[in-house]
T-cell receptor, first 111, second 114 residues
Framework: GEDVEQSLFLSVREGDSSVINCTYT??????LYWYKQEPGAGLQLLTY?????DMKQDQRLTVLLNKKDKHLSLRIADTQTGDSAIYFC???????????FGKGTKLSVIP | NAGVTQTPKFQVLKTGQSMTLQCAQD?????MSWYRQDPGMGLRLIHY???????DQGEVPNGYNVSRSTTEDFPLRLLSAAPSQTSVYFC?????????????FGQGTRLTVV
């Protein structure tokens, strides 16, 4: 079955770049998403990438996709304390509504 | 637009009690789903619906029932609560599969079963 793996914790200093990594096993994954969850809140969609893309940039966020290695990363430039949250990687197949989530990476930003 | 609204935000149940978690969306989304979030487990799909009158099981459906009588509402019923159902429950909806299928999530219901 599908599996999405993420490291559980990441700690960075304010102003540095953060890189959160994700690997997935389903070769038919078509859309890959990054969600942010702040304490006590629901999940907020940050960005997504289609599997035929290598990179997508959106302001401070850069998503890189290595389809051969089934590796996805989220880079946050100039990380701020407000970026402290849990970040979830998720994938779905073409034509499917169902999302498979990783366990989430807790990002801690040190002032 | 309110988006996805879940009620209640917090609930404490005794073992064996039943209750319904409410979820409503005002975006006319066809797809709705329920997830539970447990520490270190990420989100796991409980049940989902691709439209009014159509529901199906996800990864962890045991102990839960759902129905979808309208596009807007997708309640989750706990038939006989157990401590193992202590969790944070999220309802989500999406318009279509694929790039626009990104799910919009409610704020969650934190359930404790004692």
């Amino acid at each position: 079955g599908e599996d999405v793996e993420q490291s559980l914790f990441l700690s960075v200093r304010e102003g540095d770049s953060s890189v959160i990594n994700c690997t997935y096993t389903d070769s038919s994954s078509t859309y890959l998403y990054w969600y942010k969850q702040e304490p006590g809140a629901g999940l907020q969609l940050l960005t997504y990438i289609f599997s035929n893309m290598d990179m997508k940039q959106d302001q401070r966020l850069t998503v890189l996709l290595n389809k051969k290695d089934k590796h996805l990363s989220l880079r946050i430039a100039d990380t701020q304390t407000g970026d402290s949250a849990i970040y979830f990687c998720a994938e779905t197949e073409a034509g499917s509504y169902q999302l498979t989530f990783g366990k989430g990476t807790k990002l801690s930003v040190i002032p | 637009n309110a988006g996805v609204t879940q009620t209640p935000k917090f609930q404490v149940l005794k073992t064996g009690q039943s209750m319904t978690l409410q979820c409503a969306q005002d975006m006319n989304h066809e797809y709705m789903s329920w997830y539970r979030q447990d520490p270190g487990m990420g989100l796991r799909l409980i049940h989902y619906s691709v439209g009014a009158g159509i529901t199906d099981q996800g990864e962890v459906p045991n102990g839960y029932n759902v129905s979808r009588s309208t596009t807007e509402d997708f309640p989750l019923r706990l038939l006989s609560a157990a401590p193992s159902q202590t969790s944070v429950y999220f309802c989500a909806s999406s318009y279509e599969a694929g790039s626009n299928g990104a799910a919009f999530f409610g704020q969650g219901t934190r359930l404790t079963v004692v």
